[in-house]
């Protein structure tokens, strides 16, 4: 979590990012999404914790956000998966407008994107019940029905193998607590390296890929109970990638201590797709779960409680007594 610090300096870099986003909003969005004459209201985000959010009100018009962003890969990475989704009619906000504005002096607000509004309820302020783990298991089907024979970022796919990739990104989080050993013992460190690898090593390479989320959690999913629609936000790492990972992101971030509704869930997502095909995902699951924890961990190696947390449920997914 960032520290009250931290957000009282993105709160001061949004409210002097603001009049940027008010004129871009009345100078290029009014007429390139033909909003009528009319004062178009620019509102920040309260909360949050890395990213420059607005919303927009425009006379007679539904409500939009606007995303500034002052990295031009990632705005370019977010703006390619937005209009891939639109494409597909993907549960994830529908691009409305992207652009280039004028850098203020703190370079603040260089990129735009312009998205519809997700109405409803954010999931970690709701409590699950059926109707809603069934909407999620829709909108995650939805997503993994796109297909690729390569990986990587919708505009820039890779061609280097996945499971090599997999390897190195285990290991350089490994490497990285490893410098800890007062942290994480390097006795239990070398357990944890020895599991992810045999559960690699048994994987097989994947000839099809996904889209894929990468970031399923309850703060990034908004549920409109009134349509039953789910909304997938923060797409920025939209890719194409195997769908066992997503799943994993949403066991260990939603239904870690709720096996009853883990189960409820793949369910009804696995009654989206063929029996070979949950037998090949189910198989890459527990890597990727291992995988989620070992950022965790790797994330929490300085907050001892959060820590310990993580390495407890690390523990139990590798049999470490």
Known sequence: MPSRLANTAIQKKRAAARPAAAAYADRVLRPALKWRSGPVEVSPVKDGQNSLVYFLHAPDQPPAVLYLSSRRRLWEDTRDALALGGQHDLPIPRLLHAGRGLADRLMLGHYFLVTDFAPGTNLRKMSWDTHAIDALARAVAALHHVESDRWGKPRRLRSRSIREDWRLSVDSRLDSIRKHPKAVPPELAERISRWLHDQLDRLPEPTRYQLCHHHLFGDDIIFDPDTGRMTLLDCSDLQFSRASRDLACVHEGMFA??????????????????????????????????????????????????REYFLTRMKALCGIV
């Open 257 to 306: 201590h709720r096996p009853e509704q883990r189960t409820e869930f793949l369910k009804a997502y696995f009654a989206h797709f063929s029996p070979a095909i949950r037998d090949e995902w189910e198989r890459e699951i527990p890597f990727f779960e291992g995988f989620y924890l070992l950022i965790k961990i790797r994330n929490a190696l300085k907050q001892r409680i959060r």
